[in-house]
């Protein structure tokens, strides 16, 4: 079986490539192009790779060699081509079980991630998610009042940190049924051992040697402390939802994601374990907590520094009559010009710019061989970048997601940008977030100006890759309007 873009496709050549004749950066023995990276900024590397050697190359990191594709078309194509011809790295399923994180959804393959999928997508549907609207709307006052508290003392806002316990407050309730309104509180919260878990993931993922098989840094005694306190958190999420599930009419008809999977896994011909209860608890704290957080840092800045776009945003709030708080689900529905933000923000600074696969079997992409187990670096965000696709591409224009044919137009500038992934691992989280970011937006824009939104160092944020990319840390000042 072979994968071919369209575009890619006419050009094929008749035999098909091998990986080592592709263009490539040149490396150094042993290592490859491994000291030339900045981790932190290894997606913009690859980005620039891109420019110099086109949307098909190889480089190499360390023993690993690395097909990168930056063409959408393509890389939609491999997308949809799993369970059953790529999966997730090998080496993200290896470090995963070392820290000792059970497997959820996000790390699951094969069978298990089929039966794992279709419980996660109930969880999340637009249905679900109507009826937790109500929730959605206190967790979202929570975070007004925090910040309306922080204005009134003319004190800075640690953005990003904020945001995750909005995010976090949001995913537990929706998901586990649990209320932990870490917005109001400022005590030891969840979120501090949860950030501690990704940025060891992707360390991990990318570390010349696996030093922590043989000593524990500072670091990584620090990690296995987060990872034990996150599963007692869990633990206590797992433990009320059984209380709840007491009743029997709770248990013929659970309430979330939760509860689902509890009564799942009691039945031994479900095939759902305990484990994989537990693992999917903590990938859907892990998944629903970064991204989401992150992506509305992002539009913060990018509103913030483009005030005419922030005026029209505000402007789409104002005009709905009362406070948000008053809203219904419908009314965010119809903030076009504010999705249109959330789209634009998505496109030009997605929290995922890349994706890894690894082939499971053999096959050809573009005219190249792909042997199995083959890693692949999807260039996400490369596309997105070029005026080919995207009329003045490099600029903040969310009008560019309006327009009389606003729902082909965004499907297919999606089928581009693809912020969500594709296929059939699509983000099951994605109509959450986007109501979230709208949400938190409309308390945001509604209820305050924004005095200032300042990086740690002071110009344009730079972007951090830590798993997700986000914005260096970003300090808020607000002022309330009314
Ligand atoms: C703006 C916010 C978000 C972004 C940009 C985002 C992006 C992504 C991307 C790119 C993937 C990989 C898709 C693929 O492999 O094709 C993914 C997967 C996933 N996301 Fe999200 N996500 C966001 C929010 C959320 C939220 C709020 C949740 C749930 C609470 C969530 C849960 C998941 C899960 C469980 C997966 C794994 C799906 C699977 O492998 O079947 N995400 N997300």
Redesign the pocket.
């Known amino acids: 079986m072979s994968i071919q873009s369209e575009t890619a496709a006419a050009a094929a050549p008749a035999r098909l490539r091998e990986i080592d004749e592709l263009p490539a950066p040149p490396g150094l023995p042993f290592v490859g192009n491994l000291l030339q990276v900045d981790r932190a900024r290894i997606h913009q590397q690859v980005e620039r790779w891109v420019h110099e050697y086109g949307p098909y190359f190889r480089f190499q990191l360390g023993s690993r060699r690395i097909l990168a594709i930056a063409d959408h078309a393509t890389m939609g194509a491999l997308?949809r081509d799993r369970p059953d011809g790529f999966r997730?790295t090998k080496r993200l399923a290896e470090i995963s079980a070392e820290i000792g994180s059970a497997v959820?959804?996000?790390g699951a393959e094969g069978e298990a991630?089929k039966r794992q999928?279709r419980m996660?997508m109930a969880g999340?549907d637009p249905r679900h998610l109507r009826a937790y609207f109500p929730s959605l709307v206190a967790v979202s006052e929570r975070l007004g009042g925090r910040w309306g508290r922080a204005a009134d003392a003319g004190a800075a806002i640690d953005l990003q940190a904020d945001l995750m316990r909005y995010?976090v407050d949001t995913?537990a309730g929706?998901?586990f049924g649990a209320e932990v309104n870490t917005l109001e509180s400022d005590a030891d919260v969840i979120q501090q051992h949860l950030d501690k878990i990704f940025p060891a993931l992707f360390r991990r993922m990318f570390a010349a040697l696996p030093t922590w098989r043989w000593w524990k840094s500072p670091a990584d005694r620090e990690l296995d402390r987060s990872v034990a306190a996150v599963g007692a958190a869990i633990q206590g999420f797992v433990a009320a939802a059984r209380a709840r599930l007491e009743d029997p009419a709770r248990r013929a008809a659970p309430k979330n994601l939760l509860e689902a999977m509890i009564v799942a896994a009691d039945d031994p011909q479900s095939g759902i374990t305990p484990s994989e209860v537990h693992g999917n608890v903590l990938?859907?704290l892990l998944?629903?907590e970064d991204?989401?957080a992150n992506?509305l840092a992002w539009a913060i800045w990018l509103l913030f520094s483009h005030p005419e776009c922030l005026a029209r945003a505000r402007a789409e709030i104002d005009e709905r009559a009362g406070d948000p708080a008053a809203w219904t689900i419908d009314d965010f529905a119809k903030l076009d010009y504010v999705e249109a933000c959330a789209n634009e923000t998505?496109r030009l600074r997605?929290?995922?710019p890349f994706?890894m696969l690894q082939a499971l079997r053999e096959t050809s992409v573009a005219g190249i061989r792909i042997p199995v187990d083959t890693l692949i670096w999807g260039a996400l965000r490369s596309d997105s970048l070029r005026e080919e696709f995207f009329e003045e591409a490099t600029l903040f224009r969310p009008e560019r997601w309006l327009g009389a044919d606003v729902a082909h137009g965004a499907t297919s500038a999606n089928r581009v940008a693809?912020?969500?992934?594709?296929?059939?691992?699509?983000?099951?989280?994605?109509h959450?977030?986007m109501l979230?970011?709208k949400m938190a937006l409309a308390v945001l824009l509604g209820r305050f100006e924004i005095v200032d939104v300042a990086a740690r160092s002071g110009g344009e944020p730079l972007e951090e890759l830590s798993f997700t990319m986000s914005p260096e840390p970003l300090t808020l000042r607000l002022r309330r309007r009314r």
């Open positions: 997308l997730r959820g959804v996000f991630w999928r996660v999340f995010t995913v929706l998901a990938t859907m998944a629903g991204t989401t992506s998505l997605p929290v995922v994706l693809m912020p969500f992934g594709a296929g059939p691992r699509v983000c099951p989280g994605r959450l977030a979230e970011i």
